[in-house]
Every structure is written in C-alpha cells, then in structure tokens.
C-alpha cells in the first residue's frame, strides 16, 4: 500500500519556513503556559498578575494546533502527488519522532533526584516515577491510564503517535474516492481520539484549499480568545474541549489562507529566522522544558524569599530563557542526529497506484 510522506521526507518539495515558524510560537507559548502553572500552583494570582501573564494561559491551546500543522505537513505530499510506501512512513516517522522522545525520557530521569519529591505544586503530577509508569511511556500507551509521571507533557506524543499509525489507512481511502468512509472513520473514532479530528482539519486545510467550513472558521480566532477569556476571569466555565476544538478550526483556516498565498504579510513575519530558529527547535523545546522550569523554579526563584508576582516575573524570564537554551542543546545532540536516515538512498518517487 502506498501513500504520502510527510514535508520533511520530500526532500524535491521546497520548506515552507512559515509553518516553521507557526510551530515555534506554539511551543513557546506551551512553555509560558506551564510558567504560570509552576508560579501559581500553591498560590493564588492577584488582579496584576492576571491582566500582566493571564495570556500565558492560552499556551493550553498550542497542543490543537501542533496536531493540525503535523495533518496539513504530512498531506502537503499528497496534493503534489507524491507517494512512498506505509512501511516507509513508519521507518521515517520512527526514526524522527522516537529518538529524541526516549532520549529526553533518559535526561528527564537523572533530574529525579533533583525534582524527584513532591512539594505541592504543578510537578507533583510527574512524580514519584513507577516501574509501571516508565513502562507505560516507553510503549506509548501512558495516555490511555492519564498516567503523567516523568514528563506531564509527554501525553501528547502518544496521542500523535496513533494517529500516525492511523494516516495510511486514511490516505488508503482518499486516494480511491473513498473519502465518504474516511470521514466517517475520523467522526466514530472522535469521541475516543479528538485530535484525530483536529489532524483531519489540518489535512483539509491543505487538500481542500479554503473549503466553505473552513472559511466560516476564519472568525473562531476572536471568537475563541474570547472563550478564554470569560474562563480565565472566572465569568463562565467553558470545556477545554470546545475550545480545543475552536483552536483547531480557527488554525486550519488560516493555515489554508497561509498556503493559498492570502496572507502574504504573516506568511512574511512568520518565515523570518528568529521564529524559523525556535520553529527547528520546537520539538526538543516542547520535550524538554518541564523538568527545566521545575529545576529552575526551586533552586533559583523559589529559594530566593521575594514576592509572588515578582516569582512569577523571574520564572517567566530566566526559566523561559534556560527552556530555550536546552532545548538547543538538546536539539544538536538528541534530534538533529535523526534529521538524516544513512541507511537509506534518496527517497523513490513512486505513483499512488504502485505497491511494495
């Protein structure tokens, strides 16, 4: 069976630098997200802290959009036409996305003696580490048992994991006209696998460029911050589902802007390298800045004895600036080595009819 491979794997198709960028916000914004989680976990914000970092707290909505970008990056092949074989994708898709996660599994493990107790506050959900646990992470299936120890982030691999597991069968149907099927495949499995469903969003976005849903959804961007903002000031308690799932519709539509070429001044800002730098890095960001931002929480601002907010100012800078720095680190030692396959020849183009 055969089927597209992801952007990073066409090495003939040009990158396009802005969806690099548009990953890199997300991540940092996961990053200041989880600041105001640590700096307020055993505390609560006072009027000034809400209206200076409450925007933090839209970093909760970054995940919908990583998972859309991840659905409209594997499909931009299939709009081009090109096609590898499903073993292929899962060889690929193994070799860079699994490296780096089993390796910050390690390099979160030896912080345990470190952050290895609980104290009260946000990490607490992370330790201590059970055999059962470590096991459940190194399978992928910590989600599925809301299981949060090592990393609380590292849920979200997981779930993408299997909706890579799922793209063949999916890109199988599209490919035979058989999309009524596909799409009722993505609704069933949606109560169980929401983000499958932001993940067909972000596959719509690039081979249905600018459908009618999808231009309606252009207006959810102001209509979901204000979402938030009624739940972050405690005016009204809104899911967090509904607003994963605006979060997604909104990014998909303007993801389909982007690549149509109707947004030429964010396409512009968004390509240039500072957000093209941390877009490379976004990965080993997302990975590695829980234990980073615990570590710097209790032994450089916490310790220290000043007030609340200026807490939270410290740890918004210098953990958000070491998050960055390590993640670079770690990025040229656990994630760029897996960029390149040296067992493998270029890629072979082959048709969507052809087999293995």
């Known amino acids: ?15 396009l630098g802005y969806l690099d960028g548009l990953r890199g916000i997300a991540a940092l914004w996961v990053v200041f997200d989880h600041v105001w989680y640590t700096a307020w976990a055993q505390t609560h914000p006072d009027r ?22 991840s659905g409209a990056c594997l499909a931009l092949p299939l709009r081009e036409g090109k096609a590898v074989s499903a073993r292929q994708f899962y060889l690929r898709r193994g070799w860079r996305i699994l490296p780096p996660y089993y390796l910050s599994i ?77 799409a009722a495949l993505v609704l069933a499995l949606a109560p169980f696998q929401p983000y499958l469903l932001y993940f067909a969003l972000g596959c719509l976005a690039v081979l249905l460029p600018r459908p009618a849903p999808l231009r309606a959804a252009q207006a959810l961007p102001a209509s979901t911050l204000a979402l938030c903002a009624l739940d972050i000031l405690g005016r009204a308690h809104v899911p967090l589902a509904a607003l994963n799932l605006c ?4 990014s998909a539509a303007w993801l389909s802007r982007l690549l149509t070429g109707q947004a030429k001044g964010p396409q512009e800002w968004l390509g240039r ?35 609340a907010n200026a807490r939270f100012a410290l740890l918004a800078g210098l953990g958000t600036a070491a998050s960055v ?31 293995d």
């Not at 979160?108 to 580490?129: E, N, S």
């Open 48 to 69: 000034w802290a809400k209206l200076c970092g409450a925007w933090m707290l839209l970093g909760r909505l970054a995940v919908p959009v990583f998972i859309v970008l």
């Open 106 to 182: 390690g390099a979160a493990l030896l912080t345990v003696p470190l952050i290895g107790q609980r104290t009260g506050g946000y990490w607490d959900k992370c330790v201590p580490v059970t055999a059962a646990g470590l096991w459940q992470h190194l399978f992928l299936a910590h989600d599925l048992t809301h299981n949060h120890q090592i990393n609380h982030v590292y849920w979200s691999i997981a779930v993408e994991w299997r909706i890579y597991l799922l793209f063949p069968v999916l890109v199988y149907l599209w490919q035979r006209g058989r999309r009524g099927i596909a």
């Open 1 to 15: 069976m055969c089927f597209l491979a992801s952007l990073p794997i066409m090495r003939s198709m040009k990158r």
């Open 247 to 250: 979060a997604a519709a909104a």
């Open 273 to 307: 390298k500072p957000f093209a730098w941390l877009g490379a890095i976004s990965y080993s960001l997302y990975l590695t800045h829980g234990p980073v931002l615990e570590l710097v929480w209790r032994y450089a601002v916490h310790p220290l004895g000043i007030g």
């Open 325 to 355: 720095l390590i993640a670079r680190g770690f990025y040229e030692v656990a994630e760029r080595p897996f960029l390149k396959r040296p067992w493998e020849r270029p890629a072979r183009l082959v048709t969507s009819q052809s087999a």
